[in-house]
């Protein structure tokens, strides 16, 4: 088992953390540098934490424990258009990142006004991608409640924000729903928006902690971290790529920035464990900028292929 981290500290002797992670079996699932400061999010095995708490002290770092690391995240926006974005988006995305989550930005093609609202077969598609969808609406209550049939069939968990106190029981398809962030032309920068951006934290990594018990029940063939290292290490043309985490950990898989069409085939050659990708996972197209999804098959595949 491993334990996710996110180690915040200077770029000055960062090499010793980095070695030390690989020393230990662990990995580097997102690296950023900010002017002088370098933030990594890792995974450690859970035997380990201590020997990386002891060397983040002397590096004067500081290291916090990252529930979202390890998992993409999509915040969906009614549209991205400048008249209608919920400021509160943006906030949303940048405060998951303060917690290791890997998140994505999408605005609805049709997602404006009550009357004209809609999604598409594709859009949805392009969300379930993902491992949890952050649906962000806006200050009208009744508004809220008619737009239930954005989400209201797409499978993976939903968590729906908006302006007023509603019931999770009034909007159907949702698994949950945190209040207090609704659409306002400023910055959440106050004490109760601070609070309600703590409050959707803490529901995304509950949601987040059952996924992980209930695919425990039923685990991938191998760890998502593995198949991210296996690629990075087997696959050159990943280092070309500029792209922020060219090779996104999800609960289940991977998601490649790489052509589909040019290097599936590469991606499905790379082994773990003395067997190919392709044989431990189905690897499609994604429909986000035709990058390479890889999605791990879970054990009980195996049974259904002896019969």
Do not use: W
């Amino acid at each position: 088992m491993y334990e996710s981290l996110t180690f915040t500290g200077g770029v000055h002797k960062s090499e010793e953390i980095k070695e030390l992670i690989e020393d230990l079996g662990g990995f580097i699932l997102q690296e950023s540098i900010q002017q002088m400061e370098l933030v990594l999010n890792i995974a450690i095995p859970i035997e380990d934490v201590d020997k990386i708490e002891d060397k983040s002290k002397e590096l004067l770092a500081k290291l916090s424990v990252a529930p979202m690391a390890g998992s993409e995240i999509v915040i969906v926006s009614p549209t991205l258009a400048r008249h209608h974005l919920p400021h509160a988006a943006c906030d949303i995305s940048e405060y998951l990142r303060e917690f290791g989550a890997k998140d994505n930005m999408i605005g609805l093609a049709r997602g404006d006004g009550k009357g004209t609202s809609g999604i598409t077969e594709e859009e949805k598609k392009l969300i379930e991608e993902h491992d949890i969808a952050v649906f962000a609406l806006g200050s009208f209550e009744n508004c809220i409640k008619e737009k239930a049939f954005l989400y209201d069939d797409i499978d993976i968990p939903v968590i729906v924000t908006g302006a007023p106190d509603i019931s999770v029981d009034e909007l159907p398809g949702a698994d949950a729903y945190v209040g207090g962030l609704g659409r306002i032309p400023r910055r959440l920068r106050r004490g109760p928006d601070i609070r309600a951006l703590d409050k959707l934290v803490e529901t995304i990594e509950q949601i987040l902690s059952d996924r992980k018990r209930e695919m425990a029940l039923d685990a991938p063939l191998v760890p998502s971290i593995v198949v991210k290292n296996a690629i990075e290490n087997q696959v050159s043309e990943i280092k070309d790529v500029i792209s922020p985490t060219p090779v996104t950990s999800q609960l289940d898989g991977v998601r490649v920035k790489l052509n589909y069409d040019k290097y599936a085939d590469l991606i499905a050659d790379v082994v773990i464990d003395g067997k190919k990708l392709s044989e431990l996972a189905e690897i499609k197209k994604s429909f986000m900028y035709d990058y390479i999804l890889v999605k791990i098959n879970s054990e009980s595949s195996l049974v259904e292929d002896s019969n």
